[in-house]
T-cell receptor
Framework: GAGVSQSPSNKVTEKGKDVELRCDPISGHTALYWYRQSLGQGLEFLIYFQGNSAPDKSGLPSDRFSAERTGGSVSTLTIQRTQQEDSAVYLC???????????FGSGTRLTVV | GEDVEQSLFLSVREGDSSVINCTYTDSSSTYLYWYKQEPGAGLQLLTYIFSNMDMKQDQRLTVLLNKKDKHLSLRIADTQTGDSAIYFCAPRPGANNLFFGTGTRLTVIP
């Protein structure tokens, strides 16, 4: 597509429930990134996929968080047993390898009540 | 990882110049980016500079890089109300992921 698409744009869930957030990157972009932005905070790196390489999961805050990227394209970020501190905007970005910057989606605002 | 620091807030009057500063720790950062985030939106790439450059100008934007001090700045000339947003500095060490600062919230006063 023309840009990075994320869905849903907003998600309200009850504490303890699982959620799935979706990211559809720009066609042909081999790299895909997930970041989290909490209120008043900067961007916190979560996970990075590059082509067929093993993902860099070093930013995932706990084992409740996981992500997949199927067929080198669409990615799903899953948060199990959500907690209130998981409330944030989850941003996805994609890029070509090399010098170019990232193209970001508009994010999914997750609210855990 | 890399530590990136920015001032949290900056207010300027419309028509004045804005200067947003950033310091970083990883001297191997080869590309350094500036992103803009408007309310409720994702991040938009504004400009970037290679580490072998000292300055880059792009219309109203001027990026200055001091590699010795690991200091990056973004100057916006003739600041407009539409420039009000959060600006993120993002160095990129090698081929690794970008590291973002906390962002500087720029408020333009009419």
């Amino acid at each position: 597509g023309a840009g990075v698409s994320q869905s849903p744009s907003n998600k309200v869930t009850e504490k303890g429930k699982d959620v799935e957030l979706r990211c559809d990157p720009i066609s042909g972009h081999t790299a895909l990134y997930w970041y989290r932005q909490s209120l008043g905070q900067g961007l916190e790196f979560l996970i990075y996929f590059q082509g067929n390489s093993a993902p860099d999961k070093s930013g995932l805050p706990s084992d409740r968080f996981s992500a997949e990227r199927t067929g080198g394209s669409v990615s799903t970020l899953t948060i199990q047993r959500t907690q209130q501190e998981d409330s944030a905007v989850y941003l996805c970005a994609s890029s070509l390898p090399g010098v170019g910057g990232y193209t970001f989606g508009s994010g999914t605002r997750l609210t855990v009540v | 990882g890399e530590d990136v620091e920015q001032s949290l807030f900056l207010s300027v009057r419309e028509g004045d110049s804005s200067v947003i500063n950033c310091t970083y720790t990883d001297s191997s950062s080869t590309y350094l980016y500036w992103y803009k985030q408007e309310p409720g939106a994702g991040l938009q790439l504004l400009t970037y500079i290679f580490s072998n450059m000292d300055m880059k100008q792009d219309q109203r934007l001027t990026v200055l890089l001091n590699k010795k001090d690991k200091h990056l700045s973004l100057r916006i000339a003739d600041t407009q109300t539409g420039d009000s947003a959060i600006y993120f500095c993002a160095p990129r060490p090698g081929a690794n992921n970008l590291f973002f600062g906390t962002g500087t919230r720029l408020t333009v006063i009419p």
